[in-house]
């Protein structure tokens, strides 16, 4: 079956750190630029960030109110995609969504995991 | 940024009939727009890319259509089933943006 699934949500201090993880079944995930996008509570969906395809690198592109916060990172060997985040805020509380798009120039999401909440309180 | 605007915010709608929801970008975009459906307390889902291109396995009953600054959905046929937030989104220019969703009630 084509799926995702992420894993490694919690609850973390602020200025704490947390590393979620995104499983990949049913295709190989390097072919693929993959996503993250999170969505408070009650609220709308923001797009965190992208990792390009193996082709491509895995060069990586980031939304302003994360970057040199977050890292999106690609672990091969088990077909996964990884967020690793650092010097966490409240504000960074959400439902943290990988995605699968199409791979090379414009590429629109085809695939959504089914999340993995986050929650950064004292 | 490129910035997003869906209308309306929230809409109602009978069984058996149709909908359109439009999403204006701040800038031109081309065709590179994608629609998701999210039902309530679910993850989103892929209807639509390039303007007007259904996902695989999603219905008919979508369709959408615009280019450059100005798209709209539009769903036919209604079904309590298609109860949820639908939202736009550019991926035309990092960072990728969506619209704000616009909450369909049946």
């Known amino acids: 079956e084509i799926q995702l699934v992420e894993s490694g949500g919690g609850l973390v201090q602020p200025g704490g750190s947390l590393r979620v993880s995104c499983a990949a079944s049913?295709?190989?995930?390097?072919?693929?630029?993959m996503d993250w996008v999170r969505q408070a509570p009650g609220k709308g969906l923001e797009w965190v960030g992208r990792?390009?395809?193996?082709?491509?690198?895995?060069?990586?592109e980031y939304a302003a109110s994360v970057k040199g916060r977050f890292t999106i990172s690609r672990d091969a060997s088990e077909n996964s995609l990884l967020l690793q985040m650092k010097s966490l805020k409240t504000e960074d509380t959400a439902m943290y969504y990988c995605?699968?798009?199409?791979?090379?120039?414009?590429?629109?999401?085809?695939?959504w995991g089914q999340g993995t909440m986050v929650t950064v309180s004292s | 940024d490129i910035q997003m605007t869906q209308s309306p915010a929230s809409l109602s709608a009978s069984v058996g009939g149709t909908v359109t929801i439009t999403c204006r970008a701040s800038?031109?975009?081309?065709?590179?727009l994608a629609w998701f459906q999210q039902k309530p307390g679910k993850a989103p889902k892929s209807l639509i890319y390039?303007?007007?291109s259904l996902q695989s396995g999603v219905p008919s009953k979508f369709s959408g259509s615009g280019s450059g600054t100005d798209f709209s959905l539009t769903i036919s046929n209604l079904q309590p089933e298609d109860v949820a937030t639908y939202y736009c989104?550019?991926?035309?220019?990092?960072?990728?943006?969506f619209g704000q969703g616009t909450r369909l009630e049946i």
């Open positions: 049913g295709f190989t995930s390097s072919d693929h630029y």
């Open positions: 390039a303007a007007s």
């Open positions: 995605t699968r798009a199409a791979g090379g120039g414009y590429s629109a999401s085809d695939l």
């Open positions: 990792s390009r395809n193996k082709a491509s690198s895995y060069s990586t």
């Open positions: 800038q031109g975009i081309g065709g590179h």
């Open positions: 989104q550019q991926y035309n220019n990092y960072p990728l943006t």
